[in-house]
């Protein structure tokens, strides 16, 4: 009779004399044979190694939880240690919410130690704290193996299946050995397309292709990690192992190198978007550090989809959004756009960021008439420079939209403001990055009217860096209006400039007023072009979609001519949608430095 077939009570005692205290919950069931019965989906050990992952548990939880896949079918294996966090309590409010949902539950958890004696931080990995998840590893593939499990998933907290299908998806490859790809926010993902003969990372030129899903299907692989799937009924399985090392290995003393080494054909699949994985920290960062990593993935994947949810059976302590030092933080948004003003909404909650609602103007609901009672004329001379297009009634009612948040700010005194568009995707370390930048402002004692968060530099010239503010530079002729700080100066030197009766693109303008717009007939009509511009570099924000992009929209350019409402523009993007190349640094357009591969 195998462990699994005694009772909880006998079955707890037979492990305390292995030492491993474990907390198993168990019902009834077949075992010893590795074949279920008829009609009944595949038996599989979920093992679950969590180390200081409060920041990601709700929400790799919630992720398991929603996991298209007989519950009953499902035995959950668990491991917790060296915490210095909230990781164990979590844990355990989420497993006994669980009891007799699942096949089975077995747990251990252990409160001390709380770090390696030969660690430099959390985040460091040291060879004591590298055997000690191998040995975790191989616990969890032989509890597997004596439940006559068939299958046994590992999947790190910080890799989140958002996709509910992912299971049965990598069930149905009948593979020996299979990994869903994950996405995160750079070119980092869960596989290796190379490997040298030492046992280290080699870049091939099938990598790439394979992240970007510009080759599609499964592939064999020289090493996956993070999330994979171990078929058990498979022969060539049961020599797979994690701990200890064959007698002939001289590769690094790394888990999923061992494992790699041991391995059989591996095979990752990216024929779906199966969910998100963390960029992992250097040794020398923090937790802090790493949970600001995993906001970014979450706000990430509120924009490509699907978004991450967090488990409802784990204690969330509420946000406490604030307006980080400005005197306003505004969102602009068409109220027809209830997705877009959902999405922002729920993203700058998880920056802790409180904005108001700004209600745009719809150029598409003004005829030309009304345009004309607001007193609203076109810039003499003004055609679009890509399309030769005039001015279509979306821009009238961006330009609109951004002049009252001017206006506001003129009227209410506000000293200095966030400004956002609806269409926007955030930065890694966006609210860190931004204020440092201000408080490097006020440091330097800098006069500025308006600083760029995000925008479009429309020539190749390079910028001028200043000296005295790190990150800070003069822009040159710029596109896009969709996040920047102003200051009550700068506002009311536009709303000064009376725009209305003379309009033209919002991210036209703009240039205009600090003089660095090309067109010599244009800024003859703004005299006082004294606007303190400035710009972040890097950015801090970027557009979520693009010229291209299938789910990319706007309001702006796909609207009727704003003096002929039987005028269609017919445009399917301009110069200004397309993506800029010189931010084509990762999925997101922000650039993490280079990480290695970090586990639990």
Partial sequence: MSAAALSPLLFCAFLQLWGLGWGVSASPKDVGSREGRLGESPTVVIAILARNSQHSLPHYLGALERLDYPKESITIWCATDHNVDNTTAMLHEWLTAMEGRYRDIAWRSADTPSSFPDELGPKHWSDQRFEHVMRLKQEALDFARAEWANYVLFTDTDSILTNNQTLKLLVGQNRSVVAPMLDSQTYYSNFWCGITPQGYYRRTADYFPTKNRQRVGCFVVPMLYAAFLIDLRKDDTTSLAFYPPRPDYSWPFDDIIVFAHSCVQMYLCNQEHFGFINVPVKPHQTLEDERINFVHLILEAMVDGPAMLPSEHVYLPPKQPTKMGFDEVFLINLARRSDRRERMLSALMELEIDPLVVNAVDGSALNSSDIKKLGVNLL????????????????????????????????????????????????????????????????????????????????????????????????????????????????????????????????????????????????????????????????????????GDADWMSDT??????????????????????????????????????ASRDEL
């Fill in 380 to 547: 003499p001379g003004y055609y679009d420079p890509f399309s030769g297009r005039t001015l279509t009634k979306g821009e009238v009612g961006c330009f609109l939209s951004h002049y009252h948040v001017w206006k506001e700010i003129v009227e209410q005194g506000l000293e200095k403001a966030v400004v956002l568009e609806d269409d926007v995707r955030f930065g890694a370390h966006f609210k860190t990055r931004l204020l440092r930048l201000m408080v490097d402002l006020e440091e330097a004692q800098l006069s500025w009217d308006l600083i760029y968060l995000g925008r479009k530099q429309v020539n190749s010239e390079d910028e001028e860096l200043l000296e005295d503010v790190r990150n800070l530079v003069v822009p040159e002729y710029s596109y896009w209006t969709l996040a920047y700080v102003i200051s009550q100066q700068g506002a009311r030197k536009l709303v000064d400039a009376q725009p209305l009766s003379k309009i033209l693109p919002v991210d036209e303008f703009l240039p205009i007023m600090y003089d660095k717009h090309p067109n010599e007939d244009y800024k003859k009509h703004f005299p006082n072009r004294n606007l303190q511009a400035f710009s972040a570099h890097p950015l801090l924000v970027y557009p979520t979609h693009y010229t």
């Fill in 557 to 594: 350019e796909t609207s009727t001519i704003w003096d002929d409402d039987s005028r269609k523009t017919g445009w399917s993007g301009s110069q200004k949608t397309l993506k800029d190349v010189r931010d084509d640094i990762g999925t997101s357009g922000h650039s993490f430095r280079s």
